[in-house]
């Protein structure tokens, strides 16, 4: 079993603050006391990916899967037409699951209340025999929510206010930097190594706490110290492994983007891939990477931020730069003069990712068109023909 595929598992056993709405949710989701739908409140990747894993192993066989799971986004699709699909029972499976992204969408200009009159009444009469998650990733939950961020505050008043009135609500909190490590350790030691504790807080902090990333690095340095066959992880090897090389680069891929130059940009994300333990399928987690960095362009763009000083006030703790790309990361917000074009670049980074997730042929090709597109010299007219 690998690093993330024992990601629930690892929850479960970790008794840890950061991951016990998750661990909540899923015995939820394998038992009796299952709700017709779920709101995932948040956007910390790693926790919806072990939400979004245990719901498939409960509910979606591998061999039903094209026909029992559903992922929609709702800028693409109506929320009435997700409603009906869920509503009806289907013919080729058992049960049916369905993720409903950009649910930012129902919270828009106009007060939707066809939209949410409509929800109502499906939770009143649900299909047994159907689950529905709402996936509420365009706020941000910081550990310790009285820090949380106005407009985000506001924003999920109102989920709890609509949505949950009728769904489950499962905040995915930022895992903290201590429940990190001691979930580096506890994953490790699962598998038969000892990470010392030095090591897997220069792990979580070379990597500033991003869990998705701290994953996939930990499985990569799992295989190393197996190959190696040693049953200890040390400093230097997480500064072997896991070097800042790897961060510039991301960097350098939203420099490049930035600066509209395409063949180089591509040329990034060629070594990205090829740097990637797991090449292609590491894409996910580059594309999350992508949507971070553009969110925290747009709070330094909205902002006007000139100077790191500025920075820090601005971004708050798990939302925060290497402190290596900060001055880069603020000549780039600077260099988008409007606004709307970090909010579109969004939306295209946020349809890559329903499409990664729907297994596409080509993983690859997903994303040299995502890069394409946002380092295009028109992304509005990219926007209209995607």
């Known amino acids: 079993m690998s690093a993330r595929e024992g990601l629930e598992a690892g929850a479960s056993r970790s008794g840890l603050k950061s991951f016990a709405g998750v661990e909540r949710f899923l015995a939820e989701v394998r038992g009796d006391a299952r709700r017709p739908g779920y709101v995932l409140l948040g956007d910390e990747a790693l926790l919806y990916e072990m939400c979004r894993k245990g719901v498939m192993q409960a509910l979606v066989p591998e061999e039903m899967k094209d ?31 369905l993720f409903l992204r950009n649910v930012k969408t129902l919270y828009g200009r106009g007060q939707k209340k066809e939209e949410f009159k409509a929800i109502d009444e499906y939770f009143r009469r649900p299909n047994p025999q159907a689950l529905i998650v709402f996936i509420a990733d365009h706020l941000s939950l910081p550990q310790d929510l009285r820090k949380m961020d106005m407009t985000d505050k506001e924003r999920a008043e109102k989920i709890r206010e609509t949505l949950g009135e009728v769904c489950g609500v499962v905040e ?48 990569k340095l ?28 991301l960097y350098e891929l939203t420099d490049a983007i930035s600066l509209k130059d395409a063949p180089r940009a591509l040329g990034l994300l060629a070594g990205l891939l090829n740097a990637s333990e797991g090449g292609e399928d590491a894409a996910i987690g580059h594309v999350f990477t ?18 790191q000083r500025a920075m820090w006030q601005v971004l708050w703790p798990g939302f925060r730069v290497a402190p290596f790309a900060a001055d880069a990361l603020i000549a780039q917000a600077r260099r988008y003069k409007d606004r709307g074009e970090l909010t579109r670049g969004l939306r295209l980074i946020a349809r890559a990712d329903l499409e990664l997730r729907s297994s596409p042929a080509d993983k690859k090709l997903v994303l040299e068109r995502l890069v394409m597109r946002l380092a295009g010299k028109s992304m509005t007219v990219e926007m209209e023909g995607a």
């Open 67 to 97: 026909f029992c799971l559903h992922d929609l986004d709702l800028g693409q699709t109506s929320i009435f037409e997700a409603l009906d699909l869920a509503q009806t029972p289907s013919l080729m499976a058992p049960f049916q699951v």
């Open 172 to 219: 995915l909190q930022h895992v903290s930097e201590d429940d990190a490590v001691r979930w580096v350790r506890r994953e490790a030691e699962a598998k038969g190594v000892r990470f010392d504790e030095d090591a897997a807080r220069e792990l979580v902090d070379s990597l500033s706490a991003e869990m998705l990333m701290v994953a996939s690095e930990l499985e």
């Open 222 to 249: 799992l295989l190393y110290a197996g190959a190696m066959k040693r049953t200890t992880v040390e400093v230097g090897d997480v500064e072997t492994m896991v070097s800042a090389a790897k961060q510039r680069s």
């Open 290 to 307: 992508l949507a971070k960095t553009f969110r925290q362009m747009l709070v330094l763009n909205e902002k006007q931020v000139k100077d």
